[in-house]
């Protein structure tokens, strides 16, 4: 909760609010992995529930959204009905909380459903790209081929489509339905916090924490943004979502392992996680699951580089060779000391950072299957945006999910299962390592 506070907190107030709370929420996530084997209950209800406030006014006086006035209305409506969840989860009882949780998620996905005709034009290189893009497809032109032109106060931006095949995959049958790949993104949102919720009653994890862990997500303060923007972390959130709940549900099955590959096929910041959740699979299962999971990850990528191997390949790295010097608009530390210095870090630093925070995730993590990965994925990818030329509100909204789902795994209740070699090992959360089944 703030990180998404602290990564949401833009303008003047950015590098001395901003940042500072976003690296406030990065340790916080940091003690948490010191203290992963620390069983003790925390009263957590009172804490919660006060940043829970703190979002949804962050939400309630953030920006005016670049569409239309009753849609800008609306957003600051929900975070009001927001505001009067959190209440609810403080001080009243299970039946009147699981209602106003459920009426909030109802509101949530019809809102994200709106978007696209609340802001028929976000103003923003992100959706021109992939829009454009979407429609080479349709008419049968390499979408990494079309060259785009778009000013933005930071200069110009990529001139190619700057992202993953798989985007364009998922997004296509939105473009062709509706002319707008934005509601496969309100899907895929919505899609994800119905699953988290279940990822969590799985888990037999507190109702309370349930509903507090689903308002976690849906009073994001720049939720409604994230739609509305076209930004492709809809897409990566949902298979995110999508992975804790296959990993829950058949811990040693291909689909999880599928899922979970499919989220480097989506975005290339997510190249440590990857390690994380190799290093977690059980040795006898490791092959064959990283097989499986690799090689859709490849199909997904395939067709494109058969069609046109050197414009799909330049469209991926386009981003990471491109720019110059760091974007002054970042909410990082790199982009800090070059406002305030003119002086600025290698881009290899974020690229140190991204193995260097995996490394000592995995190395104290590396017993606590599907919670460790989230966790460690997590921090190593806070890590690196803190670090990097580019870090964006897009960018921590998938951190900040990430650490809720990592939250609802750890918090479910104890139980004990057995490891590869038959001994009985406790383990902190009731979804078992990779391949074991839930006791």
Same mark, same amino acid.
């Given at each position: 909760m703030l990180i998404a506070i602290g990564s949401c907190i833009r303008g003047e107030l950015r590098f001395l609010a901003g940042l500072p709370i976003t690296a406030a929420g990065l340790a916080v996530a940091a003690r948490a992995m010191l203290l992963v084997g620390d069983r003790r209950l925390v009263p957590w209800l009172t804490p919660v529930s006060l940043v829970l406030f703190a979002m949804t006014l962050v939400g309630l006086f953030g920006p005016v959204l670049p569409g239309l006035f009753w849609y800008d209305a609306l957003c600051r409506l929900f975070f009001v009905f927001g505001a009067f969840g959190v209440g609810?989860?403080?001080?009243a009882g299970n039946a009147l909380?699981?209602?106003?949780?459920?009426g909030l998620v109802i509101a949530f996905v019809a809102l994200h459903v709106v978007?696209?005709?609340?802001?028929? /034009?976000?103003? !923003?290189?992100?959706?021109?790209?992939?829009?454009?893009?979407?429609? *080479?497809?349709?008419?049968g032109i390499h979408p990494y081929t079309?060259? !785009?032109v778009y000013e933005t106060l930071a200069g110009r931006t990529a001139p190619v489509y700057p992202y993953m095949p798989f985007t364009l995959i998922a997004f296509f049958p939105a473009y062709a339905l509706f002319g707008d790949y934005r509601f496969l993104s309100a899907a895929a949102i919505a899609a %994800?916090?119905?699953?988290?919720? *279940? #990822?969590?009653?799985?888990?037999? *994890?507190?109702?309370?924490?349930? /509903?507090?862990?689903?308002?976690?997500?849906?009073?994001?303060?720049? #939720?409604p943004w994230i739609t509305a923007m076209g930004w492709t972390e809809g897409l990566v959130l949902a298979v995110a979502a999508a992975f804790v709940y296959l990993a829950i549900r058949w811990p040693g099955g291909f689909a999880q392992a599928i899922a979970f590959f499919l989220l480097p096929a989506?975005?290339?910041? !997510?190249?440590a996680p990857v390690l994380l959740y190799v290093g977690s699979t059980p040795p006898r299962q490791r092959l064959r699951v990283v097989a499986v999971g690799a090689a859709? =990850?490849?199909?997904?990528?395939?067709?494109?580089v058969l069609w046109n191997w050197r414009a799909t390949i330049d469209g991926i790295v386009t981003q990471m060779r491109t720019p110059a010097s760091p974007r002054l608009d970042a909410t990082s530390f790199v982009a800090l000391a070059a406002a305030w210095t003119g002086a600025f870090a290698s881009r290899w630093l974020s690229v140190a950072v991204h193995f260097g925070v995996a490394a000592l995730a995995y190395l104290w993590l590396r017993h606590h299957g599907l919670a460790g990965v989230l966790l460690g994925s997590a921090l190593t990818l806070c890590a690196?945006?803190? %670090?990097?030329?580019?870090?964006?509100?897009?960018?921590?909204?998938?951190? =900040?999910?990430?650490?809720?789902?990592?939250?609802?795994?750890? %918090?479910a209740p104890e139980s004990v299962t057995e490891d590869e070699e038959g001994a009985r090992q406790p383990h902190g959360h009731r979804a078992p390592r990779w391949g074991a089944t839930a006791s």
């Open positions: 609810v989860l403080f001080f909380r699981r209602r106003v949780t459920l978007t696209p005709l609340g802001v028929p /034009d976000p103003g !923003i290189d992100v959706f021109l790209w992939t829009q454009s893009c979407l429609q *080479a497809l349709g008419h079309i060259h !785009i %994800a916090v119905i699953l988290i919720r *279940a #990822s969590g009653r799985r888990l037999e *994890a507190e109702p309370a924490f349930i /509903d507090a862990a689903t308002l976690a997500l849906v009073l994001h303060p720049r #939720s989506s975005k290339q910041y !997510i190249l859709v =990850a490849i199909l997904t990528l395939a067709p494109f690196t945006f803190l %670090a990097g030329w580019q870090a964006f509100v897009n960018y921590y909204c998938l951190v =900040a999910a990430l650490l809720v789902m990592a939250a609802l795994v750890f %918090a």
